[in-house]
């Protein structure tokens, strides 16, 4: 038997060292445990996978250090019965099994440390077969694809590369941006720590596309597990001479080179990406030129995001055909989706273009963790919109959820339930990208700023007749005047949330009341006198001594003293104290 | 070639330029701030942006390349609603005051900060140039204003404000001491101008109607000049032989003088209007105000104006012993003190307020009191009490203070049943002064009485006839308040003069929130007055009461001047975008990015909180000059300029060149120059040439009244010669 322990942050973050150290304290030997990357079923972590001889697979799931000499038993006796409260149920698998897994094909299945384990899963033949036809014939594939960028703008994939290849110039450079900053997304993440062979093997056939001797991953320093295993999958294919001169013998020569972002969200805008790599403070330039005509030290250079690249290899092992196959007349292929919030299973999930937010949603992640029902949906992070319950059967495609006045993103996508307040949603993410602005354009520096110091007003209760007209135009404003596509979609958690809430901003303003409960400054807690059994433990949790009463007698909040920190409400036992 | 329409122009451009440069070689304005030709482009402000005739996005013009057949507009609706938000997004984090607040309270906007500096750097003649922009009687006017400038002065959060009013009297004293400066009149237009009336008003049109090279005469019912200032302020405060040193000088530009007509007998509006291009009345407000108390009619009760006019012409009426002033303001001040001169015992001024709400001069009040005035508070006349048809005594109702009325000051209600008799000799009553409505009856009054004229074209009901001063609106008001209405009015004739358009509008400015400036930091130095003659001699005679400031006194109240208005306000280009379009950043309002801090060197000063990031310092230091004494820190809207390594400015690699300054577009990066008190002044700038090691270099040189202010390097051999800025002004031939 194999024993298999899912080791991506999710996993390590959860405890599965731990839980390695504890199985092979029990004796077990080393040799037959192996690791893998991200299983995509963050919230089961950590996960042990065991497989028999036949390669059939027992999923144990949130093993704790505690579990490991029942697993030892099951792994040396084969009987099942050791591990059954840990075996994944029926309705947990599938999570996976409705998957249609391509860019995470590999994920949570092989080594992501070993070269063999993904040559073994058929890796780098793509390259191979790349190298054996012109790199026009390369491009031609892509585009019967129907590949377009992953990272959020869904701009055509072979048009970005058709246009670095005719760019005049020798000297070209591929850039793959990995500096995933959307609040809540993980995909490329997960790609690069699970399966970094196959970021490696679609960057060089990118490379070989446009003609670019040099490849670049651009990651941020906060994904050091994803920078240390790049690494060492680096240094494995230049020693197998995957990266090099004269590439499988193929004329095609490329070297490789990391950089680790420093942090700031604004990288990840293609032009403020180059002058980070450059050594400059990551501010976008102007477009024109396009970094296809001037980039990386001015030279031709093409940037796509991971998940992108994830796509390459499958797409010219399986036919541009095939992946065209999967999705809708505008959108092909499948998209990876980070899910998390209030929703019962949050992880990976890919799926093919077309299906709708409601698969996603309640289909694979099970609806709901709590008993609310779900309101909205935040599609794209900071950059994107919120989609409400009404158009949870929108379908998964670029042009549906553009008009709904959000964005299919990078995949990050936060679940709400009615406990959420639209107005604070929208100001949690402007607070975001006005912190990470980078300062250079009016629009974006000072509207985003304007724009919060609005949206704070009014989640205070100060909001004022004539406000919500204001956020529009300068929503406006920013979405035509700032520099970049930061600035530029910033507005878009606010004008969605106007567009499908604009009662809830009405409520705050005119009524001064939070409909969701959420702002602080807007809710009073009170005690039904009838409901209070004077069991006095909210008093006693009461932080700054506001409640008072005596025992077996109705208490009383002092809503001078009160500071709303919910303490009462969430310890009272007779549903005696209200927020309103 | 390239063929492209902008603004339905046809325009040829190179291949390959922008559409900022194909606009610029075709003489169209594009509006930029981060944008010179001397560094690469930037994209920052967003200014630049144009629509380009099927391109959905708005285009930067700095970067966005012509091409063949395009069709661009640069001024519409979207371009220029995006600019205005763009600037409202600006202005609303730029903290800086583009003109101090003195200047702006005065109602004539004169540049009080600016004749400040210039007196206390000694430029004594240059000060009162710059006065007479806006005052053309600034001797009489620094004697007798109420100065609401000082009442703006920021100086008096830290202690009292700076003595603006004496100052002025100081620069025009020193001037008429020798050669007066008269200034140059413009060729004469052939154009006729009456002015009716010889007051401050009518006198401050006249003047600068002379100078713009238009004929005037000044029609005048009294035996002489001056108005109000001669006949309604006492000699005391208002020598006379100084106004007639001013009107003197106003004679020089070519204005004639008539004495002794009057409106409606020797002339009318009708026959002057026939015989000129246009008709200035500026009658203003000879009437006394009546109180409507019983037993106004005895004698013994006078008018505050009429009782100092008969005075000042030598015919003062008979006061007796015992004398009572009804009213709280500058006039009865002015009765009071003069009553004291003419030898009256007792002398009382009777005010229904307290001393706080009196809306005389503090320093008016307090000299009265000196010289023996004895004020009666919290009264309200209820009768004067006559005997034989002469004035007795007057009862008065004792008052108190209730809630506050529409003006803000607590309102004086009646203590029922309380009353105090006092008896007198006369009463002067000094509570306002009226148009003589008879005079002005060609024209449309309003419902109080006054002319009615357009508050900002000053027109009146008939055309060509234009009305200032107190006779208009909504009557009398302080004489600086006359020469504001003048100098705005005489814009408006001369465009009437002209057949051209005018633009009234006031153009916006950045102010900074009062109540965000922090005065810690400021040394705590005592306001300066002149020196007075002695209450005890002084309340014997009617010799002027100020002996004024020693040039040294006048040096040292200037240097307490703040300098709260920005330097580069003359060449600030921020501000002439900011003007272009009508923008309001209030909507905008919130918190300020930076705060005002100061940092500088040997030449260069830098004020953080008024920059706007345009990055041309950071990228001039870098792509020109390659020294990278400056760049950018923090993330958005806490981005700032900072030396580096947050150093101070003169610890870092830089060498003064002084090319970020020339291209600050606002007031974050100065150039000191070669005065001791930097003073906002609308500099000329000529491009000289000096010889540095044997080659020619170009240098800016800045001058002021024929004083070379500051000399900035202009090109690579200056900027990196590491010369001085006394050294290269040695260099100048």
């Given at each position: 038997?194999?024993?298999?322990?899912?080791?991506?942050?999710?996993?390590?973050?959860?405890?599965?060292?731990?839980?390695?150290?504890?199985?092979?304290?029990?004796?077990?030997?080393?040799?037959?445990?192996?690791?893998?990357?991200?299983?995509?079923?963050?919230?089961?972590?950590?996960?042990?996978?065991?497989?028999?001889?036949?390669?059939?697979?027992?999923?144990?799931?949130?093993?704790?250090?505690?579990?490991?000499?029942?697993?030892?038993?099951?792994?040396?006796?084969?009987?099942?019965?050791?591990?059954?409260?840990?075996?994944?149920?029926?309705?947990?698998?599938?999570?996976?099994?409705?998957?249609?897994?391509?860019?995470?094909?590999?994920?949570?299945?092989?080594?992501?440390?070993?070269?063999?384990?993904?040559?073994?899963?058929?890796?780098?033949?793509?390259?191979?077969?790349?190298?054996?036809?012109?790199?026009?014939?390369?491009?031609?594939?892509?585009?019967?694809?129907?590949?377009?960028?992953?990272?959020?703008?869904?701009?055509?994939?072979?048009?970005?590369?058709?246009?670095?290849?005719?760019?005049?110039?020798?000297?070209?450079?591929?850039?793959?941006?990995?500096?995933?900053?959307?609040?809540?997304?993980?995909?490329?993440?997960?790609?690069?720590?699970?399966?970094?062979?196959?970021?490696?093997?679609?960057?060089?056939?990118?490379?070989?596309?446009?003609?670019?001797?040099?490849?670049?991953?651009?990651?941020?320093?906060?994904?050091?597990?994803?920078?240390?295993?790049?690494?060492?999958?680096?240094?494995?294919?230049?020693?197998?001479?995957?990266?090099?001169?004269?590439?499988?013998?193929?004329?095609?020569?490329?070297?490789?080179?990391?950089?680790?972002?420093?942090?700031?969200?604004?990288?990840?805008?293609?032009?403020?990406?180059?002058?980070?790599?450059?050594?400059?403070?990551?501010?976008?330039?102007?477009?024109?030129?396009?970094?296809?005509?001037?980039?990386?030290?001015?030279?031709?250079?093409?940037?796509?995001?991971?998940?992108?690249?994830?796509?390459?290899?499958?797409?010219?092992?399986?036919?541009?055909?095939?992946?065209?196959?999967?999705?809708?007349?505008?959108?092909?292929?499948?998209?990876?989706?980070?899910?998390?919030?209030?929703?019962?299973?949050?992880?990976?999930?890919?799926?093919?273009?077309?299906?709708?937010?409601?698969?996603?949603?309640?289909?694979?992640?099970?609806?709901?963790?709590?008993?609310?029902?779900?309101?909205?949906?935040?599609?794209?992070?900071?950059?994107?919109?919120?989609?409400?319950?009404?158009?949870?059967?929108?379908?998964?495609?670029?042009?549906?959820?553009?008009?709904?006045?959000?964005?299919?993103?990078?995949?990050?996508?936060?679940?709400?339930?009615?406990?959420?307040?639209?107005?604070?949603?929208?100001?949690?993410?402007?607070?975001?990208?006005?912190?990470?602005?980078?300062?250079?354009?009016?629009?974006?520096?000072?509207?985003?700023?304007?724009?919060?110091?609005?949206?704070?007003?009014?989640?205070?209760?100060?909001?004022?007749?004539?406000?919500?007209?204001?956020?529009?135009?300068?929503?406006?404003?920013?979405?035509?005047?700032?520099?970049?596509?930061?600035?530029?979609?910033?507005?878009?958690?606010?004008?969605?949330?106007?567009?499908?809430?604009?009662?809830?901003?009405?409520?705050?303003?005119?009524?001064?009341?939070?409909?969701?409960?959420?702002?602080?400054?807007?809710?009073?807690?009170?005690?039904?006198?009838?409901?209070?059994?004077?069991?006095?433990?909210?008093?006693?949790?009461?932080?700054?001594?506001?409640?008072?009463?005596?025992?077996?007698?109705?208490?009383?909040?002092?809503?001078?003293?009160?500071?709303?920190?919910?303490?009462?409400?969430?310890?009272?036992?007779?549903?005696?104290?209200?927020?309103? | 070639?390239?063929?492209?329409?902008?603004?339905?122009?046809?325009?040829?451009?190179?291949?390959?330029?922008?559409?900022?440069?194909?606009?610029?070689?075709?003489?169209?304005?594009?509006?930029?701030?981060?944008?010179?030709?001397?560094?690469?482009?930037?994209?920052?402000?967003?200014?630049?942006?144009?629509?380009?005739?099927?391109?959905?996005?708005?285009?930067?013009?700095?970067?966005?390349?012509?091409?063949?057949?395009?069709?661009?507009?640069?001024?519409?609706?979207?371009?220029?609603?995006?600019?205005?938000?763009?600037?409202?997004?600006?202005m609303s984090?730029h903290d800086g005051d583009c003109v101090a607040p003195c200047q702006l309270n005065?109602?004539?906007?004169?540049?009080?900060?600016?004749?400040?500096?210039?007196?206390?750097?000694?430029?004594?003649?240059?000060?009162?140039?710059?006065?007479?922009?806006?005052?053309?009687?600034?001797?009489?006017?620094?004697?007798?204003?109420?100065?609401?400038?000082?009442?703006a002065?920021r100086?008096?959060?830290?202690?009292?404000?700076?003595?603006?009013?004496?100052?002025?009297?100081?620069?025009?004293?020193?001037?008429?001491?020798?050669?007066?400066?008269?200034?140059?009149?413009?060729?004469?237009?052939?154009?006729?101008?009456?002015?009716?009336?010889?007051?401050?008003?009518?006198?401050?049109?006249?003047?600068?109607?002379?100078?713009?090279?238009?004929?005037?005469?000044?029609?005048?019912?009294?035996?002489?000049?001056?108005?109000?200032?001669?006949?309604?302020?006492?000699?005391?405060?208002?020598?006379?032989?100084?106004?007639?040193?001013?009107?003197?000088?106003?004679?020089?530009?070519?204005?004639?003088?008539?004495?002794?007509?009057?409106?409606?007998?020797?002339?009318?509006?009708?026959?002057?209007?026939?015989?000129?291009?246009?008709?200035?009345?500026?009658?203003?407000?000879?009437?006394?105000?009546?109180?409507?108390?019983?037993?106004?009619?005895?004698?013994?009760?006078?008018?505050?104006?009429?009782?100092?006019?008969?005075?000042?012409?030598?015919?003062?009426?008979?006061?007796?012993?015992?004398?009572?002033?009804?009213?709280?303001?500058?006039?009865?001040?002015?009765?009071?003190?003069?009553?004291?001169?003419?030898?009256?015992?007792?002398?009382?001024?009777?005010?229904?307020?307290?001393?706080?709400?009196?809306?005389?001069?503090?320093?008016?009040?307090?000299?009265?009191?000196?010289?023996?005035?004895?004020?009666?508070?919290?009264?309200?006349?209820?009768?004067?009490?006559?005997?034989?048809?002469?004035?007795?005594?007057?009862?008065?109702?004792?008052?108190?203070?209730?809630?506050?009325?529409?003006?803000?000051?607590?309102?004086?209600?009646?203590?029922?049943?309380?009353?105090?008799?006092?008896?007198?000799?006369?009463?002067?009553?000094?509570?306002?002064?009226?148009?003589?409505?008879?005079?002005?009856?060609?024209?449309?009054?309003?419902?109080?009485?006054?002319?009615?004229?357009?508050?900002?074209?000053?027109?009146?009901?008939?055309?060509?006839?234009?009305?200032?001063?107190?006779?208009?609106?909504?009557?009398?008001?302080?004489?600086?308040?006359?020469?504001?209405?003048?100098?705005?009015?005489?814009?408006?004739?001369?465009?009437?003069?002209?057949?051209?358009?005018?633009?009234?509008?006031v153009p916006y400015i950045s102010r900074r929130d009062e109540s965000t400036i922090?005065?810690?930091?400021?040394?705590?130095?005592?306001?300066?007055?002149?020196?007075?003659?002695?209450?005890?001699?002084?309340?014997?005679?009617?010799?002027?009461?100020?002996?004024?400031?020693?040039?040294?006194?006048?040096?040292?109240?200037?240097?307490?001047?703040?300098?709260c208005g920005c330097?580069?306000y003359?060449?600030?280009?921020?501000l002439?975008?900011a003007?272009?379009?009508?923008?309001d950043p209030a909507?905008?309002k919130?918190?300020m990015?930076?705060?005002?801090?100061?940092?500088?060197?040997?030449?260069?000063?830098?004020?953080?909180s008024k920059?706007?990031?345009?990055?041309?310092?950071?990228?001039?230091?870098?792509?020109?000059?390659?020294?990278?004494?400056?760049?950018?820190?923090?993330?958005?809207?806490?981005?700032?300029?900072?030396?580096?390594?947050?150093?101070?400015?003169?610890?870092?690699?830089?060498?003064?060149?002084?090319?970020?300054?020339?291209?600050?577009?606002?007031?974050?990066?100065?150039?000191?120059?070669?005065?001791?008190?930097?003073?906002?002044?609308?500099?000329?700038?000529?491009?000289?040439?000096?010889?540095?090691?044997?080659?020619?270099?170009?240098?800016?040189?800045?001058?002021?009244?024929?004083?070379?202010?500051?000399?900035?390097?202009?090109?690579?051999?200056?900027?990196?010669?590491?010369?001085?800025?006394?050294?290269?002004?040695?260099?100048?031939?």
């Open positions: 038997m194999r024993i298999v322990i899912g080791q991506g942050s999710c996993g390590i973050a959860a405890g599965a060292e731990k839980v390695k150290k504890a199985l092979l304290n029990t004796g077990v030997s080393a040799d037959s445990i192996s690791i893998t990357g991200c299983i995509g079923m963050c919230w089961l972590e950590p996960i042990v996978d065991i497989y028999d001889d036949e390669n059939k697979l027992t999923r144990l799931v949130k093993v704790g250090e505690g579990d490991a000499e029942k697993i030892a038993r099951f792994v040396e006796t084969g009987d099942k019965a050791l591990v059954e409260s840990l075996v994944v149920s029926d309705e947990d698998s599938e999570f996976l099994s409705k998957q249609t897994r391509i860019a995470l094909r590999n994920c949570g299945i092989i080594n992501p440390e070993k070269l063999e384990a993904y040559t073994a899963a058929g890796g780098y033949e793509a390259l191979k077969k790349a190298l054996s036809i012109t790199p026009e014939e390369v491009i031609e594939i892509i585009k019967t694809s129907g590949l377009a960028g992953r990272g959020g703008a869904g701009f055509p994939t072979w048009f970005k590369w058709n246009a670095a290849r005719q760019s005049a110039g020798e000297e070209k450079y591929l850039i793959c941006n990995a500096d995933e900053g959307d609040p809540g997304a993980f995909m490329d993440r997960a790609v690069i720590e699970s399966d970094p062979h196959n970021l490696i093997e679609g960057m060089l056939i990118g490379a070989y596309a446009i003609g670019a001797k040099h490849a670049v991953v651009y990651v941020r320093a906060e994904y050091p597990l994803a920078i240390k295993r790049l690494r060492n999958a680096i240094a494995q294919a230049k020693e197998a001479g995957i990266i090099g001169e004269n590439i499988f013998g193929s004329d095609f020569s490329c070297d490789f080179m990391i950089k680790a972002g420093a942090g700031a969200f604004v990288c990840g805008e293609e032009t403020a990406l180059i002058e980070s790599l450059e050594g400059h403070r990551g501010m976008p330039r102007l477009k024109p030129p396009f970094p296809a005509q001037s980039g990386f030290w001015r030279k031709p250079s093409n940037i796509n995001n991971v998940e992108t690249f994830a796509n390459v290899a499958w797409i010219i092992n399986n036919g541009g055909e095939a992946f065209a196959a999967m999705g809708t007349e505008g959108s092909k292929g499948t998209k990876v989706f980070a899910v998390t919030g209030k929703v019962k299973r949050s992880g990976l999930v890919e799926i093919p273009m077309g299906k709708t937010l409601r698969d996603v949603i309640f289909d694979i992640g099970g609806g709901m963790k709590t008993d609310k029902d779900f309101k909205a949906v935040q599609m794209g992070g900071p950059s994107g919109g919120c989609i409400p319950k009404e158009l949870i059967d929108t379908v998964i495609d670029y042009k549906a959820l553009g008009a709904t006045g959000a964005i299919m993103g990078s995949g990050g996508m936060v679940v709400m339930d009615e406990s959420t307040c639209m107005v604070g949603m929208a100001k949690f993410f402007l607070d975001f990208t006005a912190k990470e602005s980078c300062g250079k354009c009016i629009h974006c520096r000072i509207g985003t700023k304007r724009m919060l110091e609005m949206l704070e007003r009014i989640t205070k209760g100060e909001g004022k007749e004539g406000d919500i007209e204001l956020l529009e135009e300068l929503c406006y404003s920013i979405k035509d005047g700032a520099l970049c596509g930061l600035g530029q979609t910033a507005p878009n958690p606010v004008l969605t949330t106007i567009k499908y809430f604009r009662d809830e901003y009405e409520a705050h303003i005119k009524d001064k009341k939070c409909p969701a409960g959420e702002c602080s400054d807007l809710i009073e807690y009170k005690i039904i006198a009838d409901k209070c059994k004077g069991c006095t433990l909210c008093a006693r949790n009461c932080p700054v001594n506001a409640i008072s009463g005596t025992v077996k007698n109705p208490h009383v909040i002092n809503t001078e003293k009160c500071i709303k920190c919910g303490k009462c409400f969430q310890s009272c036992r007779f549903g005696a104290i209200v927020k309103e | 070639m390239i063929n492209l329409t902008i603004n339905g122009k046809a325009v040829q451009a190179p291949e390959g330029s922008t559409i900022l440069e194909a606009a610029k070689a075709a003489g169209i304005y594009i509006p930029t701030l981060c944008y010179d030709e001397a560094v690469e482009v930037y994209g920052a402000c967003g200014l630049c942006v144009v629509e380009a005739q099927g391109i959905p996005k708005l285009l930067r013009s700095c970067s966005a390349k012509v091409s063949e057949g395009m069709v661009v507009n640069t001024e519409s609706e979207r371009v220029v609603r995006s600019r205005k938000v763009a600037m409202e997004l600006l984090a005065c109602p004539a906007r004169t540049d009080c900060q600016g004749y400040v500096g210039l007196i206390a750097n000694g430029e004594f003649d240059a000060a009162l140039k710059l006065i007479k922009n806006k005052i053309p009687l600034p001797a009489s006017i620094g004697r007798v204003c109420p100065h609401p400038c000082e009442k002065c100086r008096k959060n830290v202690e009292e404000p700076i003595n603006i009013a004496q100052l002025k009297a100081f620069a025009a004293d020193m001037d008429l001491k020798s050669d007066s400066y008269v200034p140059e009149t413009a060729p004469a237009s052939g154009k006729k101008v009456a002015v009716i009336g010889g007051g401050p008003a009518g006198l401050t049109a006249a003047y600068y109607l002379a100078v713009m090279g238009h004929s005037v005469t000044v029609y005048d019912m009294m035996e002489k000049m001056g108005g109000m200032l001669r006949y309604g302020i006492p000699q005391y405060r208002l020598p006379k032989e100084v106004l007639d040193k001013e009107i003197a000088i106003i004679e020089k530009t070519g204005v004639k003088l008539v004495n002794n007509v009057k409106l409606g007998v020797d002339f009318t509006i009708k026959s002057l209007k026939e015989e000129n291009d246009a008709v200035i009345v500026a009658v203003g407000a000879w009437k006394s105000s009546s109180m409507r108390t019983k037993g106004e009619e005895l004698d013994g009760v006078y008018g505050g104006i009429d009782f100092l006019r008969g005075v000042i012409k030598g015919n003062a009426p008979e006061i007796g012993e015992k004398v009572a002033i009804c009213g709280g303001g500058n006039t009865a001040m002015d009765a009071c003190r003069t009553a004291v001169r003419l030898g009256a015992k007792e002398v009382y001024v009777v005010y229904r307020r307290t001393r706080a709400e009196m809306p005389a001069d503090e320093l008016e009040i307090r000299e009265a009191e000196e010289e023996g005035v004895i004020y009666k508070f919290l009264t309200n006349p209820l009768s004067f009490n006559g005997e034989n048809g002469k004035v007795k005594s007057i009862t008065l109702q004792l008052m108190e203070l209730g809630e506050p009325d529409a003006s803000g000051r607590r309102r004086p209600v009646p203590i029922e049943g309380k009353t105090e008799e006092i008896d007198v000799d006369s009463v002067i009553l000094a509570i306002g002064q009226k148009l003589v409505t008879d005079d002005v009856k060609e024209l449309s009054l309003n419902e109080r009485g006054n002319i009615e004229a357009d508050p900002d074209f000053f027109t009146t009901s008939i055309d060509g006839v234009f009305a200032i001063g107190d006779a208009t609106n909504r009557g009398a008001s302080i004489a600086i308040e006359a020469i504001g209405e003048a100098d705005r009015c005489v814009k408006v004739v001369d465009a009437y003069l002209k057949g051209i358009d005018v633009e009234t509008r922090d005065y810690s930091d400021r040394e705590k130095k005592a306001r300066l007055t002149p020196e007075v003659l002695p209450a005890d001699i002084r309340n014997k005679n009617f010799d002027e009461v100020s002996l004024g400031f020693t040039e040294e006194a006048a040096k040292e109240e200037a240097n307490r001047c703040l300098e330097r580069e003359y060449k600030c280009k921020l002439k975008v003007q272009r379009y009508d923008i909507r905008f919130g918190e990015p930076q705060k005002y801090t100061r940092d500088e060197n040997a030449f260069i000063e830098r004020n953080t920059c706007i990031l345009c990055g041309l310092c950071v990228r001039s230091c870098r792509e020109v000059m390659d020294i990278h004494a400056i760049g950018l820190m923090g993330r958005g809207f806490k981005t700032d300029v900072s030396p580096a390594f947050a150093l101070p400015l003169n610890e870092t690699k830089c060498n003064n060149c002084g090319l970020c300054v020339q291209l600050c577009p606002t007031g974050s990066l100065t150039e000191k120059f070669n005065l001791p008190k930097q003073v906002p002044l609308n500099e000329e700038y000529t491009e000289e040439f000096v010889e540095i090691d044997g080659k020619k270099s170009s240098v800016l040189v800045s001058r002021y009244n024929g004083k070379v202010l500051r000399v900035i390097p202009n090109d690579a051999i200056s900027r990196n010669s590491g010369l001085t800025r006394e050294e290269l002004e040695s260099k100048l031939s």
